[in-house]
Nanobody
Framework: QVKLVEAGGGSVQPGQSLMLSCTAT????????MGWFRQAPGKEREFVAS????????AYGDSVKGRFAISRDNAANTVSVQMTQLRPEDTAIYSC??????????????WGRGTQVTVSS
C-alpha cells in the first residue's frame, strides 16, 4: 500500500521560513517524480514544485520561484520543500504527490493528505 505522509506545517509570520517534508512508503520511490501542490480555500489546486528521480531537474510554480527549494533523499524516501520569505498568500494546505510528473495534478498518481501552512501577522 502506497502512503505519503507530510510533516512540518504550521503557522508563521510573513517573511519567515518553514520546511515541509514528505515520507513515502510502498512505492519504488527513486523512480518517481515527486511534487508539491497547494490548495487554498476557494481556490484550485496549484503546482508548487517538482523534482525528478535524479534530483537534477526541478520545476517551480511562478508564485514560489526564487523563494522555495525542493529536494529529495532517495535513501530515506523523502522529499522536502524549504519555503522562505513566506507571504500571507502562501497560506494553503500543502500536499506531496508522486507519479510520472508535470505541472498538473493529473500527472501524479499518489497523494498525501496534506499539511496546513498559515502565514499571518
Amino acid at each position: 500500500q502506497v502512503k505519503l505522509v507530510e510533516a512540518g506545517g504550521g503557522s508563521v509570520q510573513p517573511g519567515q521560513s518553514l520546511m515541509l517534508s514528505c515520507t513515502a512508503t510502498g512505492l519504488p520511490f527513486k523512480t518517481y517524480v515527486m511534487g508539491w501542490f497547494r490548495q487554498a480555500p476557494g481556490k484550485e489546486r496549484e503546482f508548487v514544485a517538482s523534482i525528478d528521480y535524479s534530483g537534477r531537474f526541478r520545476a517551480y510554480g511562478d508564485s514560489v520561484k526564487g523563494r522555495f527549494a525542493i529536494s529529495r533523499d532517495n535513501a530515506a524516501n523523502t522529499v522536502s520543500v524549504q519555503m522562505t520569505q513566506l507571504r500571507p498568500e502562501d497560506t494553503a494546505i500543502y500536499s506531496c504527490a508522486s507519479g510520472p510528473g508535470g505541472r498538473g495534478p493529473n500527472g501524479y498518481k499518489f497523494w498525501g493528505r496534506g499539511t496546513q501552512v498559515t502565514v499571518s501577522s
